[in-house]
């Protein structure tokens, strides 16, 4: 069977990462979890002043860009990788809900796109990948042999949230959450560089009203019919 790439965009929170880490796993292809490589760039920009309240400080990012570090480690725990910036474990970290209030104006900066976009496509270079995020069919992998573009409701994708956060014992708000995914949503579509958007061959996945199972199935149907 040939190696091929696999894109999955789409919207926050609405299952791209559960179903592609599914597939790598059976497949045996690498997955990367690109959402992970911006909530890293904001990780450190968190914790190196580089955030005045909501205000970034672009010009010391752009100097120390090259300095930040992102790598994936399998956890043998959870059987899945788990996120390192400059070595150190921060899995946790980057999903909290300061990070996730402040990754998207990250996101919109030029010079982290192209930066997170080398590294991307250097992972990549063998094939044999499954990726998700928000541009990698359009700008990453344009020439990926299978593109997915996931959509659901924002208040279905909300509602997984919570029970997810609620499920890890976390304290949640799910008006909070609905109110993140609304406005991640909206910045990520109307940036100028990489907009979130569906590539034009990709195909379209709203699982509003699917299980984690049917989703699943569908994705390996769709894997079946290309890299045979
Ligand atoms: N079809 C589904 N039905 C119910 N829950 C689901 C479904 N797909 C995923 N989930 C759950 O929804 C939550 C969000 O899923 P996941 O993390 O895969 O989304 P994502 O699109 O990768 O999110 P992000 O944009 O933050 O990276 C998880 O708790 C996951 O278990
Ligand atoms: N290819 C990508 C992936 C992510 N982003 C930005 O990061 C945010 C967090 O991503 P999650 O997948 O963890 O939700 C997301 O809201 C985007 O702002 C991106 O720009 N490009």
């Known amino acids: 069977m040939k190696k091929i790439t ?39 920009s968190i914790e190196n002043g580089i955030f005045n309240g909501d205000v970034i400080d672009t010009e010391k990012l752009k100097n120390e860009i090259k300095n930040i570090r992102i790598s994936f480690q399998l956890n043998k725990e959870t059987g899945r990788p ?18 996730s ?5 990250i996101s919109t900066l030029d010079f982290v796109r192209e930066e997170m976009v080398a590294q991307q496509q ?18 990453v992998f344009p020439d990926a042999e299978l593109k997915i573009f996931v959509t659901a409701t924002p208040e279905i994708r909300a509602q997984r949230r919570y029970d997810e956060l609620k499920a890890k014992g976390q304290e949640a708000s799910f008006d909070e959450i609905l109110e993140n ?3 991640r949503d909206y910045i990520d579509q109307n940036r100028e560089v990489s907009p979130l958007r569906k590539a034009e061959d990709a195909l379209l996945l709203d699982n509003t009203h699917l299980s984690i199972e049917e989703q699943k199935e569908w994705l390996f149907r769709q894997f079946n019919k290309v890299s045979k």
């Open 6 to 44: 696999i894109a999955i965009d789409g919207f926050s929170s609405c299952g791209k990462s559960t179903m592609a880490k599914d597939l790598a796993r059976e497949v045996g292809y690498i997955y990367i979890d690109s959402g992970a490589m911006y909530r890293a760039v904001t990780l450190y």
């Open 82 to 99: 788990d996120t390192y910036l400059n070595g150190v474990n921060v899995e946790n970290k980057i999903r909290s809900m300061e990070v």
């Open 101 to 105: 209030s402040k990754v998207s104006p």
């Open 122 to 139: 250097t992972m990549g270079k063998e094939k044999g990948i499954v990726m998700d995020g928000r541009d990698i069919g359009t700008t």
């Open 181 to 183: 995914v609304k406005q």
